[in-house]
Every structure is written in C-alpha cells, then in structure tokens.
C-alpha cells in the first residue's frame, strides 16, 4: 500500500490529498476550477488527490480550499463561449 501524506489542520491528521477531494467537491469545483482559483496548474491538483503529492504549503493550501467559494455559473452559454455582442453604444 503506497504511503499517503498526511497534514494536521485543527488537531488532526488528514490525508492531503482525500481532503483536498473532499473539499473540492464539497465547495463545487472541478479540477481546473480550482486550480485556476489556487493559481496553480490542474496536474497539480490531480498530483495531490490521486499521487499524494505534498506541497509545501500544504496546510495553508487547505485552509484556502475552506474559505473559497463555490464557482460563478457562467453567465451566458457553456464555459469558454463569448458572451453577448457589445453594441455601439448610441
């Protein structure tokens, strides 16, 4: 069995990567959601949920994941389309 980080936040141990999951789904994102959020890459994340790959930061990483908020809905179409055409403004 592959041994799995874990990081103490609140008096207990946690498996790294199962609560960066945990969380990331709790709050509604996905992978490159919260990438994007956290201003690193997606293979970071995959790296941390599915390797046990530990940050540095590790702790701060998951107090951060805590306080974010559930993505915006895009607000025209699916994700990555154009919004509506500005007009000229007359």
Known sequence: MAYRAKVEID???LDFGAEVK????SKGFSQPQL???LGVSPLAIIRWER????PYAAKALLLAIRG????????FGKPGTPGPKKGRGR
């Open 51 to 54: 390797q046990g790959v530990v």
């Open 35 to 37: 990438a994007q959020a």
């Open 22 to 25: 945990r969380l990331r789904k």
């Open 68 to 75: 974010l908020d559930a993505p915006e809905e895009p607000r």
């Open 11 to 13: 008096g207990e141990l």
